[in-house]
């Protein structure tokens, strides 16, 4: 392979909208293990939430295509390959881009607990708010009451 096409090469994948349009690849070998990469996103994506049990496997799963990413990049940049074969590290780098992706934009973790302390934020919020309405309340009537003339009621 020519210089001038691996720098093209490892110019596509550092795009920004690289993976747009890109497929998951539906099975990957990552450490010399086979993955069902697109079977695992999907199963994980379908979910509202992440499980307790399963955010250590989601976690572990986004290292491991981190690291056969890096390694992928590095046999485009220093090993002797061909144009086919950068071809084929390309796609599968954009493919494990795009699992990534889906991967990081996971939702809450544990959604429970976050609508748990969004509720508890609303009603502290909710309960200021009230002290002072009726603080303020309390002190206007008194220096208005007193003002009139009249009794306050």
């Known amino acids: 392979m020519q210089e001038y096409e691996r720098k093209q090469l490892l110019e596509r994948i550092g795009r920004e909208g690289a993976t747009v349009g890109a497929d998951i690849p539906e099975r990957i070998d990552i450490q010399g293990e086979p993955v069902d990469l697109r079977e695992f996103v999907f199963e994980i994506k379908r979910r509202d939430t992440v499980p307790a049990g399963e955010r250590e ?32 590290l390309v796609r599968a780098i954009v493919g494990i881009d795009r699992a990534l992706n889906a991967l990081e934009n996971l939702g809450p973790t544990d959604l429970e607990a976050e609508i748990e302390a969004q509720e508890k934020a609303d009603t502290k919020r909710w309960m200021n708010f009230l002290k002072k309405a009726l603080g303020n309340e309390e002190n206007s009537r008194g220096a208005y009451g007193s003002s009139r003339g009249g009794p306050r009621q």
Do not use: F, M, P, S
Not at 78 to 88: K, N, Q, S
């Open 57 to 88: 496997r989601v976690e572990e799963a986004k290292k491991n295509l981190r690291r056969e990413r890096t390694e992928r990049k590095r046999r485009i940049e220093h090993d002797d390959i061909t144009r086919e074969e950068g071809e084929e």
